[in-house]
């Protein structure tokens, strides 16, 4: 991002994702899944047998959204060998290779600010307490690179309902763990940690807004930000905060890290836009990692029809 210049991958095979293809449209056809989806949350011992899957490794959720792109998802390769996680240093390879290090088992998210009860939350409660979807998205980094991911997660707007903001509630912050034991990449400077990133309240209720704590059915791979990482589809790649610790209601605009380390480079908004260049590249185009040729770059990701009500009014050059 700010180190590096977008680079060339080259392309790898996906077979991969047909067959995932397949198996989830057996899911989709197989009335069992979606009746152990509604009865979860009635009954305890298919919550156990739920957090057993989850033990495995597997998940239970809801397919089929439509929400989803029907463009062919990535290789799970793909997904977990070219990671951005700059705690775990900033080559690509570098998560998978270095993320190991992470605990993700317990895991605590507090919920504090603008919130009529701030509490910490057991993750594990909170998934087991929520309906998981999947949901199959395009992921457009700034670096005018992209992706196709199969996340399973937790439509955010849901889990706020839960915990009750209050009227002075404007913005949603996500903070990233702060641990250099764990996380070798915080020993260095190269951002000011912890990372922290921010919604305004309507994007953060937009339907298309996910917690993410699996992709490819399983549990999120570490690289990927698990246990618990933020999905904005809409918005360049940055916004999507791995590992978070902390949810914060707030009544002024977070200070969010990429905004703080280069103001004139990343936006708050970091909404997808192809007509507003990166100061040092154009983002008018992006190679779908896995392919050859480049495409164009879709106003808002190719969610515009979704989500442009958001920004009627604004003026998305200055609100960048
Ligand atoms: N905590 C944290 N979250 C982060 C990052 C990071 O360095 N640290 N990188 C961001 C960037 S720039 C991108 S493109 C996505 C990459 O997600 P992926 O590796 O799961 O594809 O994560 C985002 N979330
Ligand atoms: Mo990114």
Redesign the pocket.
Known sequence: ?LIKRPEDVRPSEITEPRVYAERRDFLRNSAGTAFALAAGAAFPALLASRSAQAAAGKLSFAGGSALSTDETPNSLKD?TR??????FGTDKED?ARRAHTLKTDPWTVRVDGEVEKPADYHLEDLIKTSQLEERIYR?R???AWS?V?PWVGIPLAGLIKRFKPTSRARFVEFT?LYDPEQMPGQRSQV?DW??V?GLRMDEAMHPLTLLAVGLYGKVLPN???API??VVPWK????????IVRIRFSNTIPRTT?ALSGPGEYGFYANVNPTVDHPRWSQSRERRIGEFFKRKTLMFNGYEEQVAGLYRGMDLRRSF
Not at 82 to 87: R, S
Not at 236 to 243: E, L
């Open positions: 991002m997904i070219y990671n951005n996680f700059y705690e998560p992921l980094c700034v670096e992706m991911i990233t951002l912890p990372y990133e690289q990927n930000g990482r933020l360049y790649g940055f916004k999507n905060v791995k590992s990429w």
